[in-house]
């Protein structure tokens, strides 16, 4: 519960993120968390996915900007665990109204592969050294 550790993305674009369990339960300045950084991936993905669906469908956008609030707390019989990811967008889309900027962003919601990988199954490869 006290432990503190780092994270780099092998892209060499992020370095040493410090990460810590008081981030996830009381918030600590200067610390993320996995599920912050699932949130980022998630709102990323679903923006290409929505930029992409909008372009194929000949009104591409001018601005997409999306925000993901992953929920994180106590899971029942023990433990932790992810309990939902609430995505937000708001667009700028020329020659589209709301219905159809919905349903693009329904069909993005399943079209992203994020969104599709919480729901897979999982495997760990453990390796002492």
Same mark, same amino acid.
């Given at each position: 519960?006290?432990g503190?550790?780092?994270?780099?993305?092998?892209?060499?674009?992020?370095?040493?993120?410090?990460?810590?369990?008081?981030?996830r339960?009381?918030?600590?300045?200067?610390?993320?968390?996995?599920?912050?950084?699932?949130?980022?991936?998630?709102?990323?993905?679903?923006?290409?996915?929505?930029?992409?669906?909008?372009?194929?469908?000949?009104?591409?956008?001018?601005?997409?900007?999306?925000?993901a609030?992953?929920?994180?707390?106590?899971?029942?019989?023990?433990?932790?665990?992810?309990?939902?990811?609430?995505?937000?967008? +708001?667009?700028?889309?020329?020659?589209?109204?709301?219905?159809?900027?919905?349903?693009?962003?329904?069909?993005?919601?399943?079209?992203?592969?994020?969104?599709?990988?919480? +729901?897979?199954?999982?495997?760990?490869?453990?390796?002492?050294?």
């Amino acid at each position: 519960m006290s432990g503190k550790g780092n994270t780099t993305g092998s892209s060499g674009t992020f370095k040493a993120l410090n990460l810590g369990w008081k981030a996830r339960t009381e918030g600590a300045a200067g610390f993320t968390t996995p599920e912050e950084l699932l949130a980022a991936a998630h709102a990323s993905c679903f923006s290409m996915a929505l930029s992409h669906g909008l372009a194929k469908s000949g009104k591409p956008p001018r601005r997409i900007e999306t925000t993901a609030t992953v929920e994180f707390g106590p899971k029942a019989g023990g433990g932790f665990e992810v309990k939902s990811s609430a995505l937000e967008v +708001k667009g700028t889309v020329p020659g589209i109204d709301q219905a159809a900027f919905q349903k693009a962003a329904d069909e993005a919601k399943t079209g992203c592969p994020i969104s599709g990988a919480l +729901k897979i199954p999982m495997s760990v490869k453990a390796t002492l050294t």
